[in-house]
């Protein structure tokens, strides 16, 4: 099995309880964005607050969370094309804040925007700081990496995953985008977000007795409640049925899911795909997982147009994962060819050098 990836999915889950926050102030869309307090910024000049008629984007994300650095070179390239749209990562929810320089410094140019640390109040922990409350816990945004735009009227007009972002913010841009149209569906977001609560508080102590099959009844019976909550729950489905040995059901979700709650998301198919063939996984995808993997990046793969050179090279990775090494190599020198990221251009090299041995 691929357990440092299914297992990876409990950790996620397991931090989406213990940053919910009930109590905490509602942020939603449309309320002015709260203040930057940071401790510093280790990237970039400072910026001391938001400025009337100015853009922003405000990004949270964390050292040790894999999805965000996935997600962290598709933010530079966001930030080379709006230009005149300040791009600020904060990190949030550390273990250890010292960790954080370092990481920025070896991202290097993958990570060229303004990037600062969250201002934690003495004696706290990383869960307790400034921003990751007042944006955060106020926004119910359980989950890294999650997004911020800030429109000329410093107010929140989208909340949702940097992947996913490149749409809003171009029609913020332009000044096209439907406010009120936005909050509807972020009064939808709320109502899952509520719905996953409960869930997660009965999978809590089922998880501390390590009881799998008894969280799998739980999160089957809370999507058969309510569906929508499926595009939040489903890597922690998939996870315990590939722990409790089950791959044959594993591969019967997994389908479902590419060809339903997935199957319009580039992001979720890239990430379902990437866990499966990601070459640093500990044991290899069998046969079959790699065929579905293969499925899902290339619908992620035409979602994108061919042109995002990332889910391209996740492409490439399930092509040889599945032993086809000649769809491999052509489809990585695609990526090549449309990767504007010379760092990234030089990993996606490195990838096609192993695909021609």
Request: aromatic fraction near 8%; hydrophobic fraction near 45%.
């Amino acid at each position: 099995m691929l357990k440092r990836f299914y297992l990876a999915a409990f950790a996620l889950f397991a931090l989406a309880l213990i940053h919910s926050n009930a109590d905490a102030k509602i942020l939603t869309l449309g309320d002015a964005a709260p203040m930057l307090s940071v401790k510093k910024f280790v990237k970039g000049a400072p910026v001391a607050k938001f400025e009337k008629g100015k853009l922003y984007v405000v990004e949270f994300w964390a050292t040790w969370c894999g999805p965000c650095k996935v997600s962290i070179p598709h933010l530079t390239q966001l930030q080379k094309k709006f230009k005149d749209v300040t791009f600020i990562g904060v990190s949030v929810w550390e273990k250890s804040q010292s960790d954080v320089e370092p990481f920025v410094k070896s991202m290097g140019d993958k990570m060229d925007y303004h990037v600062a640390i969250d201002e934690v109040p003495a004696g706290k922990d990383g869960n307790s700081g400034v921003m990751a409350t007042n944006w955060m816990a106020a926004a119910k945004q359980n989950g890294i990496p999650t997004a911020f735009i800030v429109d000329k009227e410093s107010k929140v007009a989208w909340i949702g995953h940097p992947m996913e972002m490149e749409e809003p913010l171009t029609k913020v841009v332009a000044g096209k985008w439907d406010l009120k149209t936005a909050e509807a569906a972020a009064a939808h977001k709320q109502a899952i977000q509520a719905a996953l609560e409960d869930l997660g508080t009965k999978i809590q102590p089922l998880m501390e007795k390590k009881d799998l099959a008894g969280a799998l009844a739980v999160v089957d019976k809370g999507i058969a409640a309510n569906p929508s909550i499926e595009e939040q729950v489903w890597t922690f489905k998939f996870s315990l049925l590939m722990n409790l040995n089950k791959e044959p059901d594993a591969m019967a979700y997994g389908s479902k899911l590419v060809d339903g709650a997935l199957h319009d998301s580039a992001a979720g198919l890239n990430e379902f795909a990437w866990g499966l063939v990601n070459p640093d996984n500990p044991k290899k995808p069998s046969p079959p997982l790699a065929d579905l993997a293969v499925k899902a990046a290339t619908r992620a793969d035409e979602l994108s147009k061919g042109t995002d050179a990332a889910i391209t090279d996740t492409l490439a990775s399930a092509y040889f994962a599945a032993g086809k090494k000649d769809l491999a190599v052509s489809t990585e020198e695609r990526a090549i060819k449309n990767s504007s990221d010379p760092q990234l251009t030089e990993s996606l090299k490195k990838s096609l050098e192993k695909f021609k041995k």
